[in-house]
């Protein structure tokens, strides 16, 4: 019988991982690391997206106000 989807490579290996026992302080550790890794992709993305549309400082600044203007009606 055939599995009805393959699993990731980032599946198998957690897999591997889990089966055997972790200290729970491990577990954690890991959980911790594994958030890291994904945050610091997400702010180098929205870095290069941010770069690439040419925005700055004062862009933001702009949308901090627009956002309290529109809050405040």
Do not use: P
């Amino acid at each position: 019988m055939q599995a009805a989807s393959t699993l990731s490579n980032m599946q198998q290996e957690l897999l591997k991982l889990y089966s055997s026992d972790i200290a729970e302080a491990d577990l954690l550790n890991i959980k911790r690391y594994l958030a890291r890794y994904f945050a610091s992709k997400a702010i180098a993305e929205a870095d290069d997206t941010w770069d690439k549309k040419g925005y700055d400082n004062e862009t933001m600044d702009r949308w901090l106000n627009d956002a309290d203007d529109k809050s405040s009606h």
